[in-house]
């Protein structure tokens, strides 16, 4: 599977075996992403190969986060102990988050109630916005959005 950054700067590519995912509500992961949770699947290093190299930020004193300096885009988190050989990578940040169902909540000590089910409300598509994403995720340069 592929995936990268909004603006395209960074892609990697990845051996997905599991569909298995997880939404953290961690305080650093609210922090880095700006959003309420972030969804991450979990995969081995060996597996995950950056076809444009990310930027990295330490995130903790024992963690750290491969990020798009240009556009801000979060693509996943690492620990700086690399013995365990695992990563994860945002699931939003794939070209087709589709396949990922959702397993766990992390960071539940932080998690926002009101915000976990939120099926019942009123659901407005976004417009030209949208469309400028799709384009973006089947390759089109676009310059919307
Ligand atoms: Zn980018
Ligand atoms: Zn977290």
Known sequence: MTGGCACGRVRF???????EAYLCHCRMCQRATGSLS???TEIEDEKVRWLSEPDWYDSSSIARRPFCLACGTSLGFAFKDRSRGRMDLTVASFDDP?????????????????????????????SAASEAATRRDRGEIVDAG
């Open 13 to 19: 590519s990845a051996d997905v075996e599991s569909d």
């Open 38 to 40: 972030i969804a991450f």
């Open 98 to 126: 589709s396949r990922f169902r959702p397993v766990a909540h992390a960071g539940a000590e932080s998690l926002h109630e009101p915000w976990l089910d939120t099926s019942a409300l009123p659901r407005h598509p976004t």
